[in-house]
C-alpha cells in the first residue's frame, strides 16, 4: 500500500482482540523499529515492543491520557534523547512505526503523557538520564465492529478546512490547492493526521520549493498550562507536528517529490503569540527527474 493508503485505513483503535500478536509479527516490527533511530531533525531515537500488564489502564488514567482502551496486547514505547526537536522526532519516527503496523494489519492509538517513571520505562529497560518518554502507543488485533472508524470519519468531517492550515507565503493568504496539484495529497494528508484530541496544531506556509511548518498552539497545552505544569504532559503538540511532518514527507514522495528537512526560520509575521516556527521542508526535485 502507498503511504496515503496506510494514512486513510489507519484510525485510533481502542478495542481489541484480547490475544497476542503473532510471534513473527512482532519480530517484523522490532526489526522495523530499530530502523528508525534518527529523526530528521537531528534527535537519536530508540523504540520497543513490550506486553500489556496488569495496572496499565489506571497508569494511563492517572497520567491524563484520554481514551478507553479495552484488550490491548502490547504497546509501542520510545525514548528519545532530549534536544531542541526531540519531540517533533519522536512523533515522526514513531508515525512511520504504526504506519508500518497499519500494513500488517494490526490496529493502534495513540497515548499521549509523561511516562518517564511508569512501569512502561521500567519493561521498556529504562532511560538514561538524557531521555524522555514522551507517549506510547497501544497495539495489538483489531477486536471493534467498524463502529471505532465510522466515529473517526464522522470527527474527521468537523476538522479544519484547508484554507484554514495552510498558506502562500504569509499566514494572510490561504494557499488555492487545485486537485492536479502535486501537494494536494500531502496537504490533505496533514489535515487527516491524528492530534491531541484532535486540534490539529499544525500550519503550512508555502514559499516557492520550502515549506514551513509552525506550530498554533491550543490554550491549556504546552508549557505554562495546567497540564504540562500539574500533570507533568508532554507538550504534546509538538509531538503532533513530528506526526504531520511524516505525513507530508511520505506522500510528497509517493507523488514523486524528494526533499529534505532544515530547520531555518524564514521570518514571516506569526499570526499570534501562540503560533511558532518548527521546521521546512524543502523539495529538491521529481522523483521521475
Known amino acids: 500500500m502507498t503511504a496515503r493508503e ?5 484510525y485510533s483503535c481502542r478495542i481489541y482482540v484480547d490475544q497476542p500478536i503473532a510471534d513473527e509479527d512482532q519480530r517484523r516490527l522490532v526489526d522495523y523499529m ?4 534518527d529523526g530528521p531533525l537531528g534527535s537519536r531515537a530508540r523504540f520497543g515492543l513490550i506486553a500489556a500488564a496488569s495496572g496499565d489502564a ?3 488514567k492517572r497520567l491524563g491520557t484520554y481514551g478507553f482502551i479495552k484488550g490491548a496486547t ?9 534536544g531542541p526537536k526531540d519531540l517533533e ?3 515522526y519516527l514513531l508515525e512511520e512505526v504504526i504506519l508500518h503496523a497499519t500494513g500488517m494489519g ?14 512502561f520505562v521500567r519493561r ?9 518518554m514522551p507517549a506510547v502507543v497501544s497495539i495489538g488485533l483489531i477486536g471493534d465492529d467498524g463502529t471505532e472508524r465510522i466515529r473517526e470519519r464522522e470527527e474527521g468531517s468537523r476538522r479544519l478546512p484547508s484554507s484554514e492550515l495552510f498558506f502562500q507565503r504569509s499566514f494572510g493568504e490561504p494557499l488555492r490547492i487545485a486537485p492536479d496539484d502535486w501537494y494536494a495529497e500531502p496537504l490533505e494528508a496533514v489535515r487527516m493526521a491524528p492530534s491531541a484530541t484532535n486540534r490539529q496544531p499544525w500550519r503550512i506556509v508555502r514559499d516557492g520549493a520550502a515549506w514551513h511548518f509552525y506550530l498554533r498552539r491550543t ?3 504546552g508549557k505554562g498550562s495546567a497540564l504540562f505544569t500539574v500533570l507533568r504532559i508532554a507538550d504534546l503538540q509538538r509531538v503532533d507536528l513530528g506526526i504531520a511532518m511524516c505525513h507530508f514527507e511520505l506522500v510528497a514522495h509517493d507523488c514523486g517529490r524528494a526533499g529534505s528537512w532544515v530547520v531555518s526560520d524564514p521570518g514571516i509575521p506569526l499570526p499570534g503569540r501562540d503560533a511558532e516556527y518548527v521546521a521546512t521542508w524543502i523539495a529538491a526535485s521529481s522523483l521521475s527527474g
Open 106 to 119: 494490526l490496529g493502534t492509538c495513540w497515548l499521549g503523557g509523561t511516562f518517564t517513571r511508569s512501569s
Open 74 to 82: 502490547g504497546f509501542l514505547v520510545g525514548a528519545v534523547r532530549r
Open 124 to 132: 521498556f529497560g529504562g532511560l538514561s538520564r538524557d531521555e524522555t
Open 6 to 10: 496506510l494514512i486513510d485505513r489507519r
Open 219 to 221: 490554550k491549556g497545552y
Open 34 to 37: 530499530a530502523t528508525k533511530t
Open 58 to 60: 489506571s497508569a494511563l
Open 89 to 91: 522526532d519522536y512523533g
